[in-house]
């Protein structure tokens, strides 16, 4: 059984329409529970004849699904002044049942099997296997995994609330702050660390990163099961579990500016240095690094 976190559905929707020439609409059946009581006195004045009818309406059922309660209506017209008393009771049992989550699950399973099928799967080792061999290819990877989430790095590194620390008495050395202020050189620190983060967070694609190895899957926050701070707090540190990947090689990671400038020029220099700045960062934190693969992935699980 697959304990999934991570889905592309939009990837699994476009699979299963040119498979099957078009996209089965996820079923979702949705009953409402309502109690209603309606009270109603009234005195009716006499008349020279009687009238008494009945209707009623028939039940419906799905079994396991939904169902429709029976009505029965009764009115009588006497010939009498009366009180009567109307007392109507409408009551719809619920349930609501969506199942579009298990249609994504199978989906995911139809995608597996077509891929083993036509041989286009390939299960690989993060440890051994040369990544770039499969560039292009759909692999399957199972094996242990970091998070890296820039969301929690920034939180952790948060330099209004680490200055904070810094002036309580005894937290600092006179060095670092003397006289109500912090030193220049924590000062530097801190603004290269925040600059650094905020220009890293404007060009990654996404905050939370998977990673195998040399493997970096990005993973967008619409396709999680779970928040990313709940995936943090459960596996964020080097986890002792195995997860299982499947998705497909598109390169080896070089640097961010791709080649963007000239050789010769201060904008190339620029570039260099800054690239030189954040590759020292991602280093540091443990995510991506120059000669990782990136995956584009399909579903992430535990089996």
Known sequence: MKEIIYLNTEFLH????????????????????????????????????????????????????FSTPSGRAKYKYGIDSQLSETFTLAQVEAGKEIISKQLHDNALDEFEKYLVENS??????????????????????????ILFD????????????????????????????KNGKLSPKLESGFLM???????????????????????????????????????NFKYGEDSKLKVCVIGRVTKVFDSFDAGLFKEEGNFNDLSGAINDMIHMLLNQINTIEAGDLIISPVAIYFE
């Open 150 to 177: 820039l969301k929690y790095v920034k939180n952790l590194t948060n330099s209004t609330l680490l200055k904070k620390f810094f002036k309580i008495p005894g937290i600092a050395s006179p060095q670092q702050y």
């Open 120 to 145: 286009a799967l390939h299960e690989i080792d993060s440890n051994s296997d040369r990544g770039e061999n499969y560039i292009g290819k759909y692999i399957k990877l199972e094996s242990s995994f």
């Open 14 to 65: 476009s699979f299963m329409a040119q498979q099957f020439e078009g996209l089965p609409i996820s079923t979702t059946m949705e009953n409402s529970q309502q109690d209603t009581t309606t009270s109603n006195d009234s005195v009716q004045k006499k008349s020279a004849h009687a009238i008494e009818g009945e209707i009623k309406s028939g039940d419906f059922s799905i079994p396991g699904i």
């Open 193 to 231: 660390m925040d600059t650094l983060l905020e220009y890293l967070e404007s060009i990654l694609p996404t905050n939370l990163f998977l990673k195998q190895g040399n493997f970096v899957s990005p993973l967008k926050s619409d396709f999680l099961r779970e928040s990313s701070s709940e995936l």
